[in-house]
T-cell receptor
Framework: KAGVTQTPRYLIKTRGQQVTLSCSPI?????VSWYQQTPGQGLQFLFE???????NKGNFPGRFSGRQFSNSRSEMNVSTLELGDSALYLC??????????????FGPGTRLLVL | AQSVTQLGSHVSVSEGALVLLRCNYS??????LFWYVQYPNQGLQLLLK??????LVKGINGFEAEFKKSETSFHLTKPSAHMSDAAEYFC???????????FGKGTLLTVNP
């Protein structure tokens, strides 16, 4: 089975712009989660989607949003970019029906640099 | 609420020596615990996980971890370090009906020849 894929792998934007990142989960997985990784804050949970519905949400401002499509692919959007949004954004997928014990499988990430 | 503390942001060992990476957790519900490894410019790869079936968990690449409820710990060990083990290691906790993983700050493992 193919793993979790994320596009693009690298992105450079300027402050004030918006960006959309894409994630394709492992075939058969219905849950997609997004995490932000920075040197200062470490790995932080953004949100989780299951069957096109946001099921869990982390403590991030409303500039961060996401959605999930009927094929389980997910996108996250960051509007009005700030310098502090520079980070590695990781997507993870899991089956979605067995609760918190499920293994989340991570993609390689999208590295976003905001200038 | 859940949290994870990884003691030691950087651990350095010699090749062939014991690897011990420490993880303590806090959870208001029965926890599920995970260890992930991250190599440079890559995502996270699962090493092992605890889901209450057995307190001693064996993972990939010779790693294992023991869940100790009384100590709220889930330390990662490997008897003999290899150069290829050099990477960053993250301990994470989840629980209840929440699919969110809460991660520790990570421990960078250096293996010296």
């Amino acid at each position: 089975k193919a793993g979790v894929t994320q596009t693009p792998r690298y992105l450079i934007k300027t402050r004030g712009q918006q960006v959309t990142l894409s994630c394709s989960p492992i075939s058969g997985h219905r849950s997609v989660s997004w995490y932000q990784q920075t040197p200062g804050q470490g790995l932080q949970f953004l949100f989780e989607y299951f069957s096109e519905t946001q099921r869990n949400k982390g403590n991030f401002p409303g500039r961060f949003s996401g959605r999930q499509f009927s094929n389980s692919r997910s996108e996250m959007n960051v509007s009005t970019l700030e310098l502090g949004d520079s980070a590695l954004y990781l997507c993870a997928s899991s089956l979605g029906g067995s609760g918190a014990q499920e293994t989340q499988y991570f993609g390689p990430g999208t590295r976003l640099l905001v200038l | 609420a859940q949290s994870v503390t990884q003691l030691g942001s950087h651990v350095s060992v010699s090749e062939g020596a014991l690897v011990l990476l420490r993880c303590n957790y806090s959870s208001s519900v029965p926890p599920y615990l995970f260890w992930y490894v991250q190599y440079p410019n890559q995502g996270l790869q699962l090493l092992l996980k605890y889901t209450s079936a057995a307190t001693l968990v064996k993972g990939i690449n010779g790693f294992e971890a023991e869940f100790k409820k009384s100590e709220t710990s889930f330390h990662l060990t490997k008897p003999s370090a290899h150069m290829s083990d050099a990477a960053e290691y993250f301990c994470a906790v989840s629980g209840g009906s929440n699919y969110k993983l809460t991660f520790g700050k990570g421990t960078l493992l250096t293996v010296n020849p």
